[in-house]
């Protein structure tokens, strides 16, 4: 008795309860939806917003061995196509970052010690030459590669790290980044800013190299050269952090 007692007073107050109603034969209820503010939805987009701003900021101050920088790579496949503003911002950091002016040192005092260009001569004179042949390259290529092309094309200019899979498949990955990328609007495709800003960058060295070292031929080797670079480099992108890691845990074990 106080079981069927209990029973009538909870479905008396169910149905006091406001909206409450018994439903009758085929009648089905539709839950109430849950409205969210607008408030609500700047907040997480907001939130979003911060953590991609954090993760790009990461990034972008990579350094192997905490000197050579490691800017343009990101283990994030969903990474967010970079802006017009972000592709500069991130060629800028790397073309006038310290070490570029030291790397850029070292690759003329090679060429002079080779007596490449003679027609540049010796000395402090020959050396500045160089110097600055060396430095409008590392410039010029890396503009059209980050910022010209990629913005005009809408492509990404970063090297986007597998970082996981089987060697071959990683070395693979690695060795043909240089030539295929990831299209601001989602999916990937053969990188054409990188094979024209090889190209390009081969060209405008016509303007500045000693005549010996102009022409068409020479323009071609040079882009051939660059991009085979680019290409060995990926395997360093890709597989440093690898490196770095197996490096530390076993000086650490010592």
Not at 16 to 35: F, K, N, V, W, Y
Not at 205 to 233: H, I, K, Q
Request: proline residues 5%; glycine residues 8%; charged residues 20%.
């Amino acid at each position: 008795m106080r079981s069927a007692a209990f029973l009538f007073l909870a479905g008396s107050l169910a149905l006091c309860l406001p909206g409450a109603h018994a439903l009758e034969d085929g009648e089905t209820r539709t839950p109430t939806p849950i409205m969210v503010s607008p408030a609500e939805h700047a907040s997480a987009a907001e939130s979003a917003s911060d953590a991609e701003a954090k993760e790009m900021a990461v990034e972008q101050s990579q350094r192997m061995m905490g000197v050579v920088p490691m800017f343009g790579i990101t283990s994030r496949q969903n990474a967010r196509p970079l802006t017009s503003r972000e592709k500069f911002h991130l060629w800028r950091k790397t073309a006038f970052d310290p070490f570029q002016a030291a790397d850029v040192a070292i690759q003329a005092g090679i060429s002079q010690a080779q007596d490449e260009f003679p027609s540049y001569g010796q000395g402090a004179a020959g050396y500045s030459k160089r110097y600055a042949a060396a430095l409008t390259d590392s410039v010029t290529s890396g503009f059209f590669a980050n910022v010209a092309y990629p913005v005009l094309l809408k492509e990404d200019p970063r090297f986007f790290r597998l970082g996981q899979g089987s060697l071959h498949r990683r070395i693979a990955h690695a060795l043909t980044e240089e030539f295929i990328c990831h299209k601001d609007a989602g999916g990937r495709s053969l990188h054409f800013a990188n094979i024209l800003a090889a190209v390009s960058s081969g060209a405008v060295a016509n303007l500045y190299y000693p005549p010996s070292e102009r022409g068409f031929s020479l323009t071609m080797n040079r882009a051939a050269v660059s991009l085979l670079d680019g290409s060995a480099g990926g395997l360093l992108s890709e597989f440093w952090p690898d490196i770095q890691a197996r490096v530390f845990r076993h000086s650490h074990r010592q």
